[in-house]
Structure formats: structure tokens, C-alpha cells
């Protein structure tokens, strides 16, 4: 076997291959300082599950540690609903975006943020997860959870 046809880590990393998964699996596993995105933006179908998924968020995984004092925002919780005047919804593409703008007017709103600047200058980083609407694309199960797409309950099979 020739030493180009082997796995090399990107030439930008002065980390070997192991460094590299030993780095991303302690990264995934710390549970007293998860890697967090500054910024998790929820989309979910209706106004009760956006304030269940930010009340959660905020006090679990993605609450600040920081002191309140500092006046650190970060990490910081944004669920929104999916409030599209059709009633099919906007669906994945429009959706996301009508989430994104929801969100920054409500980080502007709830924190004094402008969230498309302080992306837009790479000061922080965000995540969005769109969960809104029936799952129809799953089907059949978030039938099974009363068509509410983000109950479903993914799981793995081991030793298939």
C-alpha cells in the first residue's frame, strides 16, 4: 500500500488521526462542559412547545454557567413557532428561514442582540433545528406520537 493512499488528517491540522477522534469523542462525552453552539435556535409547530423547548434548553444542557453579573447572553435559547399564514405550513426551506428571522427579533427583543451581525462578523455561532410540523415525510411515526414530529423517538439497533 503507498503512503498516498492512506487516511492523513487535513494538511491544516498538525493533529494526527487519533488525536483528532480521541479530541472529537471527548468533545461529545464532557458532561461538565459540553461543546456548545452560542446560539440554538429551535423552530417547533406552536407557541407551547417553542416556550416548553426554550424553558428546557435554558435550564438544562444550554444554561449559562456563567455569573449574572458578567453579562454573558451566551449560550443563549431562541425556540420559535412556525406561525406561516398557509395552512400547509412553509415547509423545511421557507420555514427555516421565516425561524431565522423570528429568532433574530427575538434575540433583539429578549436580549438586545443582533443576531445576523454577530453571525455575519463570526463572533458567534448558532445552530438551528427546525421541528415544526405534522412529519408527514416520517410517516408513520409521528402518527404514532399524535402527529407531533419532533416526539418521535429515534433509536439504534446494535449487532445487525
Known sequence: MSSSSTKRPHPASSQSTAEIIESAMVAMTNTTAP???DVTIICTTDDYQANYWMDRLSKG???SNGSSSGG???PMVLAVSEDWSSASGA???LGTLYAFQKACRVAKEKYNVDLAAELKSRKVSAALYHT???GTRLAPL???ENNN???VVSFYLHGI
Open 142 to 144: 409521528p402518527a404514532s
Open 72 to 74: 454573558s447572553v451566551y
Open 91 to 93: 415547509g423545511n426551506g
Open 35 to 37: 461543546a456548545l453552539f
Open 132 to 134: 415544526a410540523g405534522k
Open 61 to 63: 444542557i444550554c444554561k
Open 149 to 151: 414530529k419532533p416526539g
